[in-house]
Structure formats: C-alpha cells, structure tokens
C-alpha cells in the first residue's frame, strides 16, 4: 500500500491500511491514522495530525509554517479529523501561538485550491468550494455550505446550516441557518431547502424565520432585537444558537 517512490520520515507514525501514492512527501513528527488514502504528490509537514478514512488528493499541502509574521517557530499542529475529502491543492497551515493548532473536523469536503490559515476551526460536515480562502483564526460551524472563491476576513465567524453565494467576501460574522450573498455582503432570507434536508421541522424553521424577521427587518437594533426574540419566541435550541452566536460576535453580524 506504500509506494516505493514516496518518502516517509523515519519518525512519522503511519497507521493500519494506509495507501501512499507515488511521490508522496511525509516529515518527521507527523500521526496518520488508520485507512487512509494519500494520492500522488501530497506534502505532509511536521505537526501534522490525520484521523482515520481520510482521502488526500494530489497537490495538497498539509502542516506548512502559518503565513504568519508573528510566528516564530513554536510547536504546533496542523489537526484533520475523520472521513474528510481533500481535493487537489488544499493547503493547510499549522497554528501559531494564538491557539496551536489548526482543525478541520470530520466529514468534510475542502474542494480544490481551498486554503486554510493558521489558528482556524472547520468543524464537521461543511462543504468549502473551489478556490476558498480562509484568514486566520477563522471559525466554521457544523454543517455549512461555503460556494467557491468566498475570502474569509480573519476572527470571522460562519453559523452553521446556513449558505454562502460563490465569490463573496466579508469582513463581520455570518449567523446560522442563513443565505449570505449580494455585493457587498448581505442577509438573504433562511436556508430553507437546507434545514428540511437536515431534518428540521417547519414549526422550527418557521421559528427560525421569525427570528430573522425580528434581527433584519423590525428596525431595533441588535440588543433589542434580540430581547424581543427571548421574549416572544420559545427558546429552543436552535434559538437559543442564533441568540448566542448574535450576542457573543466581537465582530458583528453581516446585515
């Protein structure tokens, strides 16, 4: 299952049932778990740390030194969880001080040319199209649909179940369950087709609604608008999200 013509650093910890293609680079002080698929090409750097059932295709970069002038070597990790596809050319940088490590969760599809800075938290089941760019210290929640060509601002926040229009770009925080899109960046309504598809029930996607329709178009400002909702609107869990995420943004939210 290793190719002949790959190199694998002495020091590297490779698991069970792990395919290595032809010309595949892996330093020291890199953990690969079990079944994993790792095409053609793919440099894997020190700090790097891969889960299981993983596949890696060819061009990607996973571990590099952060794009950080504020790095000075320091030991940190680049993390990826399980049953994640990375398409051709992903990068993925290893963490500074700030935070150490790098995550992406599990069940993730980074497509091709995506890049992903130092310090930032992919969570689990997000798709990140072609060509995205991710700013540092940047943070995906579960379940999101980023389009292709989107740049993150870094600290950016994006709520989970929501979807983002190919090429926009944005410098505050995105809520959940919401489409973004337009230029410059904005609100579009609710992910409606996505939410049925993940299980919600219309009475909470109704609920969802209505609390959009207090943050976006009652006028009130975001304190009041979020008073109103745990006023008015039964605080179920995924109420209770929005409000959170809305009131604990340090950058603010997209309007």
Do not use: W
């Amino acid at each position: 299952m290793i190719s002949p013509l790959a190199y694998i650093h002495p020091e590297a910890v490779i698991g069970e049932n792990v395919e290595i293609a032809p010309f595949v680079f892996i330093d020291k002080n890199v953990v690969i778990g079990n079944n994993n698929k790792i095409m053609a090409n793919v440099t894997i750097l020190p700090g790097s740390r891969l889960g299981n059932n993983n596949t890696i295709f060819p061009g990607a970069v996973i571990g590099a030194i952060p794009q950080d002038l504020k790095f000075k070597g320091e030991e940190t990790t680049a993390e990826i969880g399980d049953n994640n596809t990375i398409r051709e050319n992903v990068t993925v940088n290893r963490g500074t001080a700030a935070k150490g490590r790098t995550i992406v969760g599990n069940n993730n599809l980074l497509m091709e040319g995506v890049h992903v800075a130092h310090d930032a938290l992919i969570g689990n089941a997000c798709v990140i199209g072609n060509s995205t760019k991710m700013a540092g210290e940047i943070i995906i929640d579960d379940y999101s649909i980023i389009s292709a060509n989107v740049l993150m601002h870094q600290f950016c926040r994006v709520g989970g179940f929501g979807m983002l229009q190919g090429g926009s770009r944005f410098s505050k925080d995105i809520p959940p369950y919401i489409i973004a899109g337009r230029e410059p960046i904005a609100y579009s309504g609710i992910n409606t087709i996505g939410l049925r598809r993940r299980g919600f029930s219309n009475e909470t996607i109704e609920n969802i609604h209505n609390a959009y329709r207090i943050i976006y178009q009652s006028g009130l400002n975001t304190t009041d608008a979020l008073a109103k909702i745990e006023e008015e609107i039964e605080m179920t869990p995924e109420i209770q999200y929005i409000v959170t995420f809305i009131r604990d943004s340090e950058r603010g939210i997209i309007r």
